[in-house]
């Protein structure tokens, strides 16, 4: 009995500073940031990425549009939250801005931040991220993450159809990163 009530105020207690935890996540996360902030901080992101993997200005190239989240912000005890802001770029231009938001429940604990890039390689990808009222990675189009392995044996003439995926500037303190299961929304910041 004493071993339960234990287990039960450790996972009470385990509950409340997750909650307390993504709700500062959410609302740090959630003051206004502004258009000109996100395609800043876009713009400096992609750049990184391309001075730190050349394959993927190769990809970005061929691809019909880049979705570009500088900073997602991860926290987990128990229950976790990962979200960031980021812009829809067109050939070097800004033509939307998002939101990636993911929650889960299970054994983790951590901070930790990072972004990642995506890239749309056919019209039927990008029109489904366009079309649809909130896309959870993970189900619509092909979505393949590419890690540092990966990246080396990439080549753009076979990557025509689907979604590419970039993780990089990984900071923190977390036992791995996802991004299956975040959905993507539209947003319309000023």
């Given at each position: 009995?004493?071993?339960?009530?234990?287990?039960?105020?450790?996972?009470?207690?385990?509950?409340?500073?997750?909650?307390?935890?993504?709700?500062?996540?959410?609302?740090?996360?959630?003051?206004?940031?502004?258009?000109?902030e996100?395609?800043?901080?876009?713009?400096?992101?992609l750049?990184?990425?391309?001075?730190?993997?050349?394959?993927?200005?190769?990809?970005?190239?061929?691809?019909?549009?880049?979705?570009?989240?500088?900073?997602?912000?991860?926290?987990?005890?128990?229950?976790?939250?990962?979200?960031?802001?980021?812009?829809?770029?067109?050939?070097?231009?800004?033509?939307?801005y998002?939101?990636?938001?993911?929650?889960?429940i299970?054994?983790?604990?951590?901070?930790?931040?990072?972004?990642?890039?995506?890239?749309?390689?056919?019209?039927?990808?990008?029109?489904y991220?366009?079309?649809?009222?909130?896309w959870?990675?993970?189900t619509?189009?092909?979505?393949?993450?590419?890690?540092?392995?990966?990246?080396?044996?990439?080549?753009?003439?076979?990557?025509?159809?689907?979604?590419?995926?970039?993780?990089?500037?990984?900071?923190?303190?977390?036992?791995?990163?996802?991004?299956?299961?975040?959905?993507?929304?539209?947003?319309?910041?000023?």
């Open positions: 009995m004493k071993i339960r009530n234990i287990l039960s105020k450790r996972m009470v207690t385990a509950a409340a500073v997750a909650a307390v935890l993504a709700s500062l996540l959410v609302s740090g996360s959630a003051q206004a940031t502004s258009a000109s996100i395609r800043q901080n876009a713009a400096q992101a750049s990184t990425l391309y001075q730190s993997n050349p394959d993927a200005r190769a990809l970005a190239e061929k691809s019909r549009a880049i979705l570009i989240f500088p900073h997602i912000v991860a926290g987990a005890l128990g229950v976790g939250v990962q979200y960031g802001d980021g812009a829809l770029q067109q050939r070097g231009r800004t033509i939307g998002y939101h990636s938001m993911q929650g889960s299970g054994f983790q604990a951590g901070v930790q931040s990072f972004g990642y890039v995506l890239f749309f390689m056919d019209k039927e990808s990008l029109d991220l366009r079309n649809s009222e909130g959870e990675l993970g619509g189009p092909t979505l393949v993450v590419i890690d540092q392995g990966f990246a080396k044996t990439l080549s753009t003439t076979t990557m025509q159809k689907g979604v590419y995926a970039f993780i990089f500037n990984q900071q923190g303190v977390m036992a791995g990163i996802g991004i299956k299961g975040a959905k993507i929304s539209e947003i319309h910041p000023s």
